[in-house]
């Protein structure tokens, strides 16, 4: 008896030695579980930040009312001064040299109360005095085959730009040489082919003053210093009755005369 009491007292203490083991082990075994995820790509609190910066400068520049000069450099041609005109109003201008007809022909873009304006200027392709054809209203947006783009980063693009819900990456850049104020990088996050407006890069004074584009359209460098807009804008010619110019050369025994 005495004998399977002791078994039995062996056995037990057996038991408790070896049961907090093989707990262990099975604890040890066991997968654990997956720490809990935080929000799903999160935004890098910098690039968060350039868009709000961004978006500030855009609002200044949409307000900024100013006559300023741009050095337009494209790969196609010789470097051309843009004069943009951005007035008290909420009107606009922005003169293109070497657009219209094959490059032979200036013209200028402007809004008025009474709509959206192209206008012919005197130059080598057309000697004749500066006129202007309505081409809609104030708001509407310039047809393609009229657009030389120019004028978007003064004009809608900065409204896009102004816009958080539109589909862009913002990031900080560097200024290029000789370049004044804060310079950013614009990608899209769109895999539309209608792009809210070119990627690329975009610089602005404190003031909202744009001072640098580099974009598909080319770059746009601030030359000189601004000058204050005018109460309203003012179109280059009178409005004629008449045919807007295009882009593209005319054909032999074509008028590259608006109006006509």
């Known amino acids: 008896m005495h004998a ?33 995820s935080a929000a799903a790509d999160p935004v890098p609190a910098g690039v968060d930040a350039a868009r709000d910066e961004l978006a500030a400068l855009a609002a200044a520049a949409l307000d900024r009312h100013l006559t300023a000069r741009y050095t337009l450099v494209t790969p196609d041609s010789p470097d051309r001064t843009v004069l943009v005109t951005s007035a008290n109003d909420g009107t606009w201008r922005v003169d293109v040299p070497a657009w219209g007809l094959g ?10 109360p009474d709509g959206l304006f192209q206008c ?15 081409i809609g209203d104030a708001d ?17 693009w900065l409204e896009v730009l102004t816009d958080r819900r539109a589909p862009l990456a913002v990031s900080p850049a560097t200024a290029p040489a000789g370049v004044s104020g804060d310079c950013y990088s ?6 539309s082919l209608n792009a809210p407006l070119d990627v690329g890069i975009y610089c602005y004074l404190p003031d909202g003053t744009p001072t640098y584009v580099r974009a598909a359209l ?18 280059a010619g ?9 882009g593209t050369a005319p054909s032999p025994g074509d008028s590259p005369s608006a109006g006509t």
């Not at 203490?13 to 579980?33: E, G, H, S």
């Not at 490059?103 to 008025?112: F, I, K, W």
């Not at 012919?120 to 309505?134: F, M, Q, T």
């Not at 614009?186 to 895999?191: G, K, N, Y």
Request: a neutral charge.
């Open 218 to 235: 080319g770059t746009l460098t601030l030359a000189g210093t601004p000058g204050p807009g005018p109460a309203t804008t003012p179109l």
């Open 103 to 112: 490059g032979t022909v200036d013209v200028s873009l402007a809004t008025t």
């Open 186 to 191: 614009v990608e899209s996050t769109s895999a």
């Open 4 to 36: 399977h009491l002791r078994a039995a007292r062996g056995l037990t203490a057996a038991l408790a030695i070896a049961l907090p083991a093989l707990l262990a082990a099975c604890t040890t075994d066991r997968p654990r579980p997956a720490p809990p």
């Open 140 to 156: 509407d947006t310039v047809p393609r085959r009229l657009d030389p783009r120019v004028q978007h980063p003064f004009t809608d």
């Open 120 to 134: 012919a200027l005197p130059s080598p392709g057309r000697p004749d005095p500066a006129s202007c054809v309505r």
């Open 238 to 246: 009178p409005t004629v009755e008449g045919e807007p110019i295009t």
